[in-house]
């Protein structure tokens, strides 16, 4: 086992400690539609259906490094999400093959990863341990954590993250990470999944020249680990567009005018389009991606009077590509269709360890949150304790009774709304990260939403316990155990609903600004009809 790890670390080829199963995943006729918009239906669309694919087909292989490319809104991201089962609406038709096995996305989603082009992590957890977190839940539950731990420090040399191990995550723009190293990152997090086949959606946009090529080289790093590499590009350098192997051009419409390999310096590339008669021959030096893009635009095409994807459709290039689906849509002999006993590769208890275990450092490192909201506990609590000073000990009038009550209403409701409110910035960063991390299939709702809970629970305590302490020796209430603790009870379980109130509005509203209306509204009602402000009648009850 030893000599095997040795052999794996001296292998130019990083990433094999832990063996994987390359795959092809091929697509004949993809066809997607959604219900056609109402304002295209009130300016004169006659059909129930609005088509963004218009009948695409291709084949990527492991080894090989595609580009998805063509004009802005040519429906390059909904192929690669089709294809990824990212796409919650709308409707499919055509065939997709995962190595010659009809595609259940079940199954797929554990052999699968996608790198959104938002680079979505936990701010305050470190890079190492964002891998820890993703490998310990993806990878399978029989594979130890020594070998897990290498094969994390495998990838992370990989994608060259190794000096950042210990760098905090932190927010995009506004410290931590580069959007480089974010984007690093977001393919490594998807790495320690070992998967067979990679989707990645625009990773150098938004990035430098010098950045780019960073990203590239990581890129091509793991493709010659023998995986499925598939990447939407926008706009590419010469140095990125030739990274590739493989090309499929779409024009606007979602249809396919290229699908084949490059060649070198573009040249497979060129000749294909510089032999359609009337497209004008390319400059020397000039960037075959950008000459490509403009002699395919729409308006080119009215003006040769000619249409790409039928010449496509016609061309021998077609037809190899036709035989290649056809050649991979069937199951190799003695291979097996992909089947997974359970749909996560964890059970429940450690799907919720992992997500409370992040959750935790996401807390511990997070003092503009927690810090904060102790210091405010603590003033709160001295300026309650001198305003109401020794107000326990007068209980002979019923105004003093009032009195005392009415401390404990204020705090509860000044701590209780801060608590509420403060939560809420906490929850709505987390919860983009839920979204990716959901649709990655790397846990259900359940496991997480208990963790979240579980992780506010300590902080709650030790707030009610600093403000019970404080207030309760300083308007001098009875000290008996029964009382005190009685105090610190309801205490504790008002701050914890309020705080877990807050969690909610958020999760039940589209975003923070509406959760922050929502939970207002829903303060003010508390405060007029919870009988303090509005006391009971009880003289015309008894009547």
Request: net charge neutral.
């Amino acid at each position: 086992m030893v000599e095997a790890i040795a052999e794996a670390n001296h292998n130019k080829k990083k990433g094999m400690v832990l063996p994987f199963q390359p795959h092809s995943i091929t697509f004949d006729d993809i066809r997607y539609s959604v219900d056609m918009p109402e304002e295209m239906k009130s300016q004169g669309a006659l059909e129930d259906r609005l088509e963004l694919l218009k009948g695409v087909s291709g084949a990527f292989r492991p080894g090989v490094l595609t580009a998805l490319m063509g004009v802005s809104g040519a429906g390059k991201t909904t192929l690669m999400d089709v294809l990824a089962g990212r796409k919650t609406g709308g409707y499919i038709e055509g065939n997709i093959t995962i190595s010659g096995y009809p595609k259940k996305q079940e199954t797929f989603a554990r052999i699968s990863g996608y790198c959104e082009q938002n680079d979505i992590h936990s701010p305050h957890v470190t890079v190492h341990e964002s891998l820890l977190y993703s490998a310990w839940l993806r990878l399978p539950s029989d594979v130890n954590s020594e070998t897990r731990k290498m094969f994390i420090e495998e990838v992370m040399e990989l994608v060259e993250l190794t000096p950042l191990r210990d760098a905090l995550v932190g927010l995009p723009g506004v410290n931590g990470l580069s959007t480089e190293q974010r984007k690093r990152l977001t393919i490594a997090v998807e790495l320690v999944a070992n998967p067979s086949i990679i989707f990645m959606d625009e990773p150098t946009s938004g990035l430098d020249a010098r950045a780019a090529a960073i990203v590239m080289r990581t890129v091509r790093n793991t493709v010659d680990t023998g995986r499925t590499v598939v990447c939407t590009i926008h706009q590419p350098s010469i140095d990125i567009f030739e990274a590739f192997d493989e090309l499929l051009l779409m024009k606007r419409g979602g249809q396919e005018i290229y699908v084949g390999t490059l060649g070198r310096h573009s040249s497979h590339l060129i000749n294909y389009f510089e032999g359609i008669e009337g497209v004008s021959k390319i400059k020397d030096g000039y960037n075959p991606a950008t000459w490509m893009l403009e002699v395919t635009t729409g308006a080119q095409e009215g003006t040769l009077g000619v249409d790409f994807t039928e010449i496509y459709k016609n061309s021998d290039l077609y037809r190899r590509n036709k035989d290649l689906i056809k050649e991979l849509s069937q199951p190799a002999p003695g291979t097996k269709d992909l089947y997974f006993a359970t749909q996560y590769s964890q059970p429940f208890f450690t799907q919720f360890l992992a997500c409370l275990w992040k959750q935790r450092w996401s807390y511990w490192r997070n003092p503009p949150y927690t810090a904060v909201r102790f210091l405010f506990t603590t003033f709160i609590a001295l300026m309650f304790g001198t305003m109401f000073w020794d107000l326990g000990t007068e209980r002979t009038r019923q105004q003093d009774l009032l009195n005392a009550m009415g401390s404990m209403y204020a705090a509860v409701l000044f701590l209780g709304v801060q608590n509420a409110q403060s939560v809420q910035p906490v929850v709505v960063v987390e919860r983009t990260v839920f979204y990716r991390e959901r649709a990655a299939g790397m846990y259900s709702a359940l496991p997480y939403a208990f963790g979240q809970a579980l992780v506010e629970i300590p902080y709650v305590f030790a707030q009610a316990v600093v403000y019970g302490v404080i207030v309760y020796a300083m308007i001098g209430f009875e000290w008996t155990a029964a009382k005190f603790f009685w105090y610190l009870f309801f205490m504790f379980f008002t701050l914890l609903y309020f705080t877990f109130y807050g969690m909610m509005a958020v999760a039940a509203t589209p975003n923070q600004n509406i959760a922050s209306i929502v939970a207002a509204t829903f303060y003010t009602l508390w405060n007029l009809f919870s009988g303090f402000i509005v006391p009971r009648n009880v003289s015309a009850l008894n009547l």
